[in-house]
């Protein structure tokens, strides 16, 4: 069991940067895949980057890649999400997720433990 807690969210201008941070508690360890997920109001969550457990492996949704840098520090159980060029489109609480062993990196049912959510919103 596994706590996430998501913080870094605010309100920008389109064009701005913003780093998220994810931190776990609990029964913790460095081999857990983790994940950010975002939702937008009247959407439904949608996959946006993840990190292996080493942080040798990362992967991007279409939409942000080349934007967007995911990372881990495992030594203070924390990951990051660097978030560069935003744009309105990226407005949407932005969750936290974290799984020992991952088939499908960017589907939601593959994670078990996730946080509270951060929001994030762009303006134009």
């Known amino acids: 069991q596994v706590q996430l807690v998501e913080s870094g969210g605010g309100l920008v201008q389109a064009g701005d940067s913003l780093r998220l941070s994810c931190a776990a508690s609990g029964r913790t360890n460095s081999y857990y895949v983790m994940g950010w997920f975002r939702q937008a109001p009247g959407k439904e969550r949608e996959f946006v980057a993840a990190i292996s457990w080493s942080g040798q492996s990362t992967y991007y949704a279409d939409s942000v890649k080349g934007r967007f840098t995911i990372s881990r520090d495992n030594a203070k159980n924390t990951m990051y999400l660097q978030m560069d060029s935003l744009k309105p489109e990226d407005t949407a609480v932005y969750y936290c997720?974290?799984?020992?062993?991952?088939?499908?990196?960017?589907?939601?049912?593959?994670?078990?433990?996730w946080g509270q959510g951060t929001q994030v919103t762009v303006s134009s």
């Open positions: 997720a974290a799984q020992m062993t991952v088939t499908d990196y960017s589907a939601r049912d593959s994670y078990a433990y």
